[in-house]
Structure formats: structure tokens, C-alpha cells
């Protein structure tokens, strides 16, 4: 079976990419960067989702010798001009400190009345080939901000957002409906196909 580099360390990730890829029908047999100690994590040094995910997955691929998919996502809130973005896991100063995030950027918008709080999750899907064949694809989940987090489910800012149509954030909602509708899942339902006849 053909092996899948996921160039992400982050456990809840690799669990939820493996359902979504799976699902889209990519047969490989999915591991995580976890796998590969040796291999350094990637500066992030671009200044989009697309540039950071195509930086990722080439150096794991590079790294590997193996076909690798990393993907870059992050939450864009309308009234802060697209931020965090790019800079979502690390809004707070430390890398990966969900509860810190999500409280500071509870705190910045504290002032701003409901019908100004919408806001979108945004991923950028790579894939890359040792050769430096490259696909990337971007895909979107919009909503609203809550004042207060709610749902036990998801990480990062999943408790304070509601997507569009929605009553329950995306922490209240199963890791099957969150896939549904994820911006994750939309981004990498779409690369699937341009992955498949690579691998």
C-alpha cells in the first residue's frame, strides 16, 4: 500500500484528516510527521495559508522520499481585517496554546455587537511529490463568533465559532458533521481527486 506523509504533529489533526481522506477515497495508508523524529518542523515563513502548506509539504516530502500533504488553516475574523489568520495557533505568543487564543481573541472582541462578528475558517490543502510535483487548493467554512466557548468537541477556536446555518458551534457538532462541512473537509475533498492519479 502506498504511504501518505501528514506533515502535522498535532494528534487531533492526523485523526481528522485520515477520516476525511479516507472518506474521499484515498486508499493510502496515512502516517503521521510523528513517524519521522528526525525530520524537523517547518519554519512557517510564508504569508498565506496556500504558501505555508506548499512549505511544509515539500520538506516532508523532500525529507521522506515519500508523496506528503500538509495542510495551513487558520481563523479569519472580518472586523480584525482577516486575523489571526496565518497566525491563528500562535495568536497568544506560545505555539499551540489553544485556551490562551481563543481567551485573547474573546478579549479583542469583546466590544464588537453580534451582527460584526462574522468571521471564516480558512485551510490551504497541499500535496507534494518528492520530484516537486505540487497540488494545492483552498476551502472555506464561514460563520458567526460566540461570546462564550461552547461544545467538548474539536480544538483550537472550533468552541467559539458557528458556521452559517448553524445553531451549535463547531465544538457542539460530531467529528462526522464537522467533517461535512469543515473547511478542512472541503479542501481536502477537493485535492483527493488531484492526489489519486499521483499516487
Known sequence: M??????????HKVTELRAILAAAGVTAELTGADAF????DVKETG????????LK????????????????????????????????????GRHGDDPANLNLLLAQLSEIDDPHRGAYFACAAAFA??????????????????????????????PILQPEGE???CAELSPDEKNAISHRGRAFRELAPLVLPLL
Request: with cysteine.
Open 129 to 158: 511529490l518528492p520530484d516537486g510535483t505540487e497540488r494545492v487548493v483552498e476551502g472555506r467554512l464561514p460563520g458567526t463568533l460566540r461570546r462564550e466557548p461552547a461544545g467538548p468537541n474539536g480544538f483550537g477556536y472550533d
Open 2 to 11: 502506498q504511504q501518505l506523509v501528514l506533515a502535522t504533529r498535532n494528534a
Open 167 to 169: 445553531t451549535r458551534t
Open 47 to 54: 504569508t498565506t495559508f496556500a504558501e505555508n502548506a506548499l
Open 57 to 92: 509539504a515539500h520538506a516532508l516530502a523532500t525529507a521522506t522520499g515519500l508523496p506528503a500533504i500538509a495542510d495551513d488553516s487558520g481563523l479569519c475574523v472580518d472586523v480584525m481585517g482577516g486575523a489571526p489568520g496565518i497566525f491563528s495557533a500562535r495568536w497568544a
Open 37 to 40: 523524529p528526525e525530520v524537523p
